[in-house]
Nanobody
Framework: QVQLVESGGGLVHAGGSLRLSCAASISFFSINTMGWYRQAPGKQREPVAAITSTGNTNYADSVTGRFTISRNNAKNTVYLQMNSLTPEDTAVYYC????????????WGQGTQVTVSS
């Protein structure tokens, strides 16, 4: 069982920045991929960014160049730095841990609200 605890959401004006954090209850070296997803009202949950155990990253087209995912292995924490925020980024952001053993199993955080005002 993996527990994920998120923090860092809030209200920000358009053009502002926020940093989300997600602390995992187990070592990152036991997790294949850490990622962030988001779900806006009335929409499906969508992937935002991910980082693998080897440090490879990928981003949704809508956030490329504005968001950066990173991790601190010593703290088992992953971060999402969000810059140049727009109202379209408003959503509940969820931390995800994917473990392949051998099939994929997903673990989710409780979600943190990000609201961007225009």
């Amino acid at each position: 069982q993996v527990q994920l605890v998120e923090s860092g959401g809030g209200l920000v004006h358009a053009g502002g920045s926020l940093r989300l954090s997600c602390a995992a209850s187990i070592s990152f070296f036991s997790i294949n991929t850490m990622g962030w997803y988001r779900q806006a009202p009335g929409k499906q949950r969508e992937p935002v960014a991910a980082i693998t155990s080897t440090g490879n990253t990928n981003y949704a087209d809508s956030v490329t160049g504005r968001f950066t995912i990173s991790r601190n292995n010593a703290k088992n924490t992953v971060y999402l730095q969000m810059n140049s925020l727009t109202p379209e980024d408003t959503a509940v952001y969820y931390c995800n841990a994917a473990i392949y053993n051998p099939s994929r199993r997903d673990y989710w955080g409780q979600g943190t609200q990000v609201t961007v005002s225009s």
